[in-house]
């Protein structure tokens, strides 16, 4: 993981890739929320699937950031690995 942390922070001396990266991030969060709750419960994506009714394929897609997830999709994803959505809204850091 140095190698890419070396390369990342490298790369957003450039003010056009770190504004492109920075306004990725929420997505990149919400992929990385979802990933590791279903890992973090040793769950596959076919059983998250099987306790959702959510299409295994579309699991997939939101996970791989080819999809984004609805408010309802996000409350069915929680509710079938037994979790609760929160979002939140943060003060920008300066």
Known sequence: MKK???FLEEQMKDPDFKSEFENLQPELDVIRAIVD???SQNLTQKQLSERTGI???DI???ENGTRNPTLNMLKRLAKGMNMELKIEFTPKQA
């Open 4 to 6: 890419f942390d070396t």
């Open 37 to 39: 709750a279903r890992t």
């Open 55 to 57: 299409n295994q394929a």
């Open 60 to 62: 997939s897609k939101l």
